[in-house]
């Protein structure tokens, strides 16, 4: 897609790391695709793993998930807080 104002090309990795303009992805933005993309499944397995591991029975890995679901966006939420004050 075709900029308004002409400004030079500039690498993938210099674009991430000194993003200056609102379209310029951030560090912060692949941090955050990173957690969006890996939190489910590592969560899956570690509700699975502690029901292999002998922590709980079959029936509570779907409430153990959802209560690391809901820790890990509050914690996200946390850093996010705390990263932006």
């Known amino acids: 897609m075709a900029k308004d104002t002409p400004r030079r090309e500039r690498s993938v990795r210099e674009r991430g790391t000194y993003a200056n303009h609102g379209?310029?992805?951030?560090?912060?933005?692949?941090?955050?695709s990173l957690f969006y993309v890996l939190s489910v499944p590592t969560l899956i397995l570690a509700a699975y793993g502690g029901h292999w591991y002998g922590l709980y029975g079959e029936t509570t890995i779907v409430?153990?998930?959802?209560?690391?679901?809901?820790?890990?966006?509050?914690?996200?939420?946390?850093?996010?807080?705390?990263?932006?004050?």
């Open 23 to 32: 379209d310029d992805p951030t560090l912060a933005s692949y941090v955050s």
């Open 63 to 85: 409430p153990v998930f959802g209560g690391l679901l809901v820790a890990s966006i509050a914690a996200a939420f946390v850093v996010m807080h705390l990263l932006t004050r």
